[in-house]
């Protein structure tokens, strides 16, 4: 009798019974994904017996799950009607390295999709996430936004794009921009808490993952697809677009891309804020074949952007500094499917040619470049029994130098190597998994005294399913961050940062020891997550300022010390009528040192969201209120930050047919033009945040 058996079904639009083309269709926990044909069919084959997670989904359209039962030898047959909803079970893979559905991840994810990153999209990373549950921004700037989360910033964050470094500098410093069209994307996800198993020692506050449309190993059937988006706006003068397409035959794809977007000075309510502007352009090409059991494609990409940080108008003389940036990236993946005993093996090469240009009244003061290559392998198993998981090695090589005025380390060398593994226990509702990785960091500075650290990361974690749609989650991490290198090395002025910065060459690595704790449900008329997190984090490295002034800039040597980290979020979708949810979120973050007990800076405030959706058919009406708190615990060195109440709202028009989504949005942004400062902005003083305005955006994608 044969061992496996087949899961197939038919996904159709609830509304007009029309079979759904290029739907997804996730076998979890196996990771695998299969794409419906023009027939809405699906097929999964050679399935090992066992209880699976089917979940279907497709842009603009509530995703379905479906609880199935394999025996050997035998098939299932699973239909799926998918609709315009408000709750979207959706499919991550940043959590684990292999896609699943969000129920069924162990950590805390967010994710933005097509249907909710147009009128999101922005010059910077940090705009598009802010107030995503638990996330704030960190900026100098429209252009150089980074997202903070659970109030880590920068070297704590990682950044990745299909699951590999940007190779950009966006950590190093208040005014560096990480700038990526999120009109490209098929989604953007965001893990909260420690992601070091899989990412390395700098995710220890968590990852932040732009997946393209085109990071797949998937077959895709012959045809046309692709997507155009338009963008426009008040107040700033926004103004930008997207398209790509991708064509396919039996085997090969061809896909590219392209768009930009540009403002001009914003206004808060009280006037405009000069040298507020921002711009960026990207294209991308790749060409790919996918065969029945292996995979390559290449990609090329080009950033290029240009924005503005604001001045102090009371400043006499004040310069005006611009950050121009570009970077060229290429990048190969290629693997195998269903060979041996693995699901999926891949490889990524990617290399990063990253430089950035401070300008200052029209003269180039300092540039920066970055070149690093990185390598992946992964290998993910195939179900044996209960056991599932993922394990692989990483690295990459940088070259780092700077001219110019800021050139406050020398140039570096860095070279990094780790081992990973991460395994997973499926018993019919328990979940277990467990992994580890050690990985080697070294620095090679030019006239400095050379540093390598070797560090053990470990966790463990258990999903507990307490009734139908609910679970209870709890992850303990132990994991360890090499300094970074501005942290050994740099010397000397530091505008974007407004200090004098001194590092120090015998920093120790950090080492956290983390619990986090939630208690997830998700059904059909509700959405809910609350959780908990606890960081205790030893030889932290912060800045501390010494009270001396040095080139008019405040002087701060990099200390360490332990500190915690205490917090939460909670979010709750819940469908007061079929055409009428109400939606509610909360974050918190405590963060301090422990022997002097002082907040460490630039930690976000508490804050509150609360909104109705109101849908009939494919309108949406969305008003909601964003609350902050004032924050008064702050470092010794910077100013407390009121309170405020923003106003929103959003109103969206979806219409889904077989081969198309069209989506029309609108959305009134702070409304009541209230002035408010942004708490983690180095320069709140004097550039408080946007006001009143209006932003449209028409997407149409087809498939």
């Known amino acids: ?15 007009n019974s029309k079979p759904l083309h290029a739907a997804k269709v996730l076998l979890s926990p196996l990771g695998r994904v299969a794409e419906t044909n ?19 989904q497709s842009p603009g359209l509530a995703a379905s799950r479906q609880t199935i039962r394999v025996t050997a030898g035998g098939s299932v047959s699973a239909d799926f009607k998918l609709r315009l909803d408000v709750v979207h ?20 994810v967010t994710q933005l999709d097509v249907t909710s990153l147009p009128l999101k999209s922005s010059a910077s990373m940090g705009d598009v996430l802010d107030h995503e549950s638990g996330v704030s921004k960190r900026s100098a700037g429209p252009g150089s936004g980074r997202p903070v989360v659970r109030g880590f910033d920068g070297d704590r964050v990682l950044i990745l794009e299909d699951g590999v470094s940007t190779g950009t500098l966006s950590y190093q410093s208040g005014d560096h921009g990480e700038p990526i069209d999120v009109n490209k994307l098929e989604r953007l996800e965001v893990v909260r808490g420690p992601a070091t198993l899989l990412y390395g020692s700098n995710a220890i506050g968590g990852v932040v993952n732009a997946v393209s449309r085109h990071d797949t190993h998937q077959h895709a059937d012959p045809g046309v697809r ?17 398209a790509g397409v991708e064509v396919s035959s039996n085997t090969w794809q061809f896909w590219g891309s392209g768009g930009g977007q540009r403002t001009g000075a914003y206004k808060s309510s009280e006037g405009t804020v000069q040298n507020s502007h921002a711009r960026t352009e990207q294209v991308d090409a790749g060409l790919g074949r996918y065969g029945a059991r292996s995979f390559f494609s290449f990609n090329y990409g080009l950033t290029d952007s240009r924005y503005g940080i604001p001045v102090d108008p009371d400043e006499v003389d004040a310069e005006v500094p611009n950050l121009l940036l570009r970077r060229h990236n290429f990048r190969f993946t290629g693997g195998f499917t269903e060979t041996g005993g693995f699901e999926n093996i891949s490889f990524k090469l990617n290399y990063s040619d990253y430089n950035h240009q401070e300008v200052v009244d029209g003269a180039t003061e300092s540039q920066f470049f970055n070149k690093q290559f990185t390598y992946r392998a992964a290998f993910q198993q195939k179900k044996r029994g209960r056991w599932t998981g993922i394990f692989g090695a990483s690295g990459l090589r940088r070259d780092y130098k700077v001219d110019g005025s800021e050139a406050l380390a020398p140039p570096t060398r860095q070279d990094s190597f780790a081992l990973f593994a991460m395994e997973s226990l499926d018993f019919e509702s328990t979940r ?21 650290f070797t560090g053990f990361s470990a966790a463990v974690g258990v999903s507990q399913r307490l009734w139908k749609d609910g679970s209870f989650l709890a992850n303990y991490t132990h994991s360890y961050r090499a300094p970074a290198q501005e942290e050994l090395y740099n010397l000397g002025p530091h505008p974007g940062n407004a200090t004098f910065e001194i590092g120090d060459p015998d920093l120790n690595p950090e080492r956290n020891n983390g619990l986090d704790l939630a208690l997830r449900h998700l059904s059909s008329r509700v959405h809910a997550e609350v959780a908990f997190f606890y960081y205790r984090i030893g030889d932290f490295v912060y800045l501390a300022p010494t009270g001396n002034v040095q080139d008019g800039l405040t002087e701060a040597n ?18 007061l009528h079929r055409n009428l949810w109400l939606n509610l979120g909360a974050d918190s973050v405590n963060a301090r040192l422990t022997s002097s007990k002082e907040p460490l800076p630039r930690i976000p405030p508490v804050r509150g969201r609360a909104g109705v959706d109101l849908r009939f058919k494919g309108v949406s009406l969305r008003p909601e209120l964003v609350l902050s708190n004032a924050q008064k615990k702050t470092f010794s060195t910077e100013t407390s930050t009121a309170g405020y109440s923003v106003l929103n709202f959003v109103g969206s028009y979806t219409v889904a047919r077989q081969h198309a989504l069209h989506l029309i949005s609108a959305e009134v942004f702070n409304a009541g033009d209230r002035f408010y400062r ?17 932003r449209f955006s028409y997407t149409v994608q087809f498939f």
Do not use: C, W
């Open 1 to 15: 009798m044969a061992q496996t058996a087949t899961v197939s079904g038919v996904v159709t639009i609830e509304a």
């Open 38 to 56: 023009d027939q809405g069919e699906y097929r999964f084959t050679d399935v090992a017996p066992g209880t699976y997670d089917l979940v279907a």
């Open 89 to 108: 079970e959706t499919i991550t893979v940043t959590a684990s390295g292999r896609e699943e559905s969000t129920l069924r991840a162990i950590q805390s």
């Open 226 to 242: 692709g997507y155009v988006t338009g963008l426009g706006g008040s107040n700033n003068g926004l103004g930008g677009g997207s």
């Open 432 to 452: 277990l998994q467990l992994g580890g990785r050690v990985e080697r960091t070294a620095y090679d500075p030019i006239g400095l005294r050379a540093r390598t």
């Open 558 to 575: 990099y200390a360490q010390s332990d500190s915690r980290f205490v917090g939460g979020e909670a979010k709750l979708e819940l469908g």
């Open 678 to 694: 942004n708490h983690l902005s180095f320069i709140k003083s004097f550039a408080p945040e946007i006001g009143r305005g209006v």
